[in-house]
């Protein structure tokens, strides 16, 4: 192997806007670990490390590549989940849509795989798949645009969703976004997206009105409405390509009041609190769009030792006070304590602990697998089987007993009323999305496994509880095992546009890490 001096390449952050070819050969030298981490990625005839910087040079001022061994980085590659988590040679910050083309040109000519990187919240297993190659981390591209007649917004890929909610508000805007305020936009509106404005206006990609995508090829495309990919993406998005920007349709703030009301209950309350959920709440699927209800299920020794705790929220949009026709059947359960909030929209993820500063959005080293499963409504006593099993799994000697249980309960009404075969997101009908998150510190293969068995366990019993013979998943919620009916609807004609789409952009499969469509 021969190896090409250069300084440059020790460093450990290197911007294209001062680089250098190498210019020097020696067969003795040893190199640095950044340069053995760019030989690593000549795997392809006549594309050595010499080729690699020659095509990396035509990056635009402003990229960065960062290599292993140095704090920049583990800071670029650090993920919020760390079970079957993709395994990255290089990390590259592309300052423009142009270095992202490049970037993938660059990548097919040398046969090196690549992956986009984002927000790095995505947890599904199959990621574990890419152990070697280019992360293109997208953080650079970041901004948005609000079009001069004030009805669309064009959002760059690499945006957080924090960064749209409180841009559109200042100017008096809105739109769907994801609940977590430490997420991307585009990585949930990829899978669909859901949102607390859903109710109004349909899931996240439902706002899309055209979007620039890096294709397998290498092709910058615009597609919209008339594009056959514009199925693909709206729903099974991470396989078809890189979102470079995307316009969206934005809505202007009407009710800027929300107010919360947070009930607290031990496990002994479990059946009656989601009947009641049925009943006051969801309502046969027709949940008014301005009420959300969540849940999760963890537990917090100080308040009861004796099992997690069930936090209860009833979320109202345009008041001040949650109107008592919804929280009345709730605290006449007998709550452990009630808590009443009130503010504005940019409130509301930090009410139910989702914000920026939030525990779920720090990256602690954690395995966070989640297991989800959409349903109906609650089956009231099957959830508490659930409940039993998941206290039971999480009891304080257990590895798991950080884990949580989440129940998403927003209104569907916007989402239904999108005709169902306009986008490959399949599963509008259901009303509920649940996911048992099981937090551990990775171990060992066997725990992992373990951490598996169990988050099945609890999906499984709620499946069963829904007397469905199929189950439907979130792919953005995804562990990894589910199959790709399971993900993207059960229809034959779903999965057969899926596979002809796949290989008509995407024949080599060169986006086939996140849980793969075809």
Not at 221 to 234: E, F, P
Not at 302 to 310: F, L, M, R, W
Not at 488 to 508: A, I, M, P
Request: charged letters at 15%.
């Amino acid at each position: 192997m021969r190896w090409l001096r250069s300084t440059l390449l020790a460093a450990a952050t290197w911007s294209v806007a001062s680089a250098q070819l190498p210019e020097q050969e020696d067969p003795d030298f040893t190199p640095t670990p950044a340069e053995f981490a760019v030989d690593t990625l000549s795997h392809a005839p006549g594309c050595g490390i010499g080729d690699f910087w020659r095509l990396a040079k035509d990056l635009s001022s402003g990229t960065e590549i960062r290599y292993p061994n140095s704090t920049e980085f583990d800071q670029a590659v650090e993920r919020w989940s760390n079970v079957g988590a993709p395994s990255v040679t290089i990390s590259v910050a592309p300052a423009t849509e142009q270095d992202v083309v490049k970037l993938v040109r660059i990548a097919n000519n040398c046969n090196i795989p690549f992956l986009a990187y984002n927000g790095r919240h995505g947890a599904t297993t199959t990621l574990g798949q890419m152990t070697w190659g280019i992360s293109i981390d997208l953080k650079k591209l970041s901004g948005v645009t609000i079009a001069s007649n004030g009805q669309s917004a064009t959002v760059l890929g690499g945006t957080n969703s924090k960064v749209v909610i409180d841009h559109l508000w200042a100017n008096g805007k809105q739109t769907v976004t994801g609940t977590c305020e430490c997420v991307s936009y585009m990585g949930p509106a990829l899978g669909g997206g859901h949102g607390w404005l859903q109710g109004h206006h349909g899931l996240i990609a439902d706002q899309w009105i055209s979007a620039k995508i890096v294709t397998a090829d290498g092709q910058l495309r615009t597609i919209n409405s008339n594009s056959d990919l514009w199925w693909a993406v709206k729903g099974a998005g991470h396989n078809f390509g890189i979102v470079t920007s995307v316009t969206i349709k934005v809505y202007p703030v009407v009710k800027t009041n929300w107010a919360i009301t947070t009930l607290m209950y031990t496990g002994d309350k479990v059946e009656a609190l989601y009947q009641a959920a049925n009943d006051h709440l969801l309502q046969n699927g027709s949940q008014p769009v301005e009420i959300i209800n969540w849940s999760y299920w963890m537990n917090i020794p100080p308040i009861d030792p004796t099992g997690p705790v069930i936090e209860f929220y009833i979320i109202q949009e345009g008041v001040t006070a949650v109107d008592t026709a919804y929280t009345a059947p709730f605290i006449a359960l007998g709550p452990i304590s009630v808590t009443h909030n009130t503010g504005d929209y940019k409130a509301v993820s930090a009410w139910v602990g989702i914000s920026l500063d939030g525990p779920p959005c720090q990256k602690t080293g954690a395995a966070n697998p989640r297991f989800p499963l959409y349903l109906p409504q609650y089956n009231p006593s099957a959830m508490a089987d659930v409940y039993a099993a998941f206290k039971e799994g999480t009891n304080s000697s257990s590895p798991f007993a950080n884990s949580l249980f989440m129940f998403e309960g927003y209104s569907m009404q916007g989402v239904k009323a999108v005709n169902a075969a306009s986008a490959a997101f399949a599963f509008r009908q259901d009303n509920l999305l649940t996911a048992a998150l099981v937090q551990y510190t990775p171990g060992s293969a066997a725990l992992d496994a373990q951490a598996k068995a169990f988050g099945n366990q609890l999906r499984n019993i709620l499946h069963a509880g829904s007397g469905r013979t199929q189950k439907h998943t979130y792919v953005n919620y995804a562990y990894g095992d589910e199959s790709k009916q399971e993900l993207y609807g059960h229809e034959s004609w779903r999965t057969s546009r899926l596979l002809q789409l796949k290989n008509k952009y995407d024949v080599s499969r060169r986006f086939n890490f996140y849980n793969p469509a075809a």
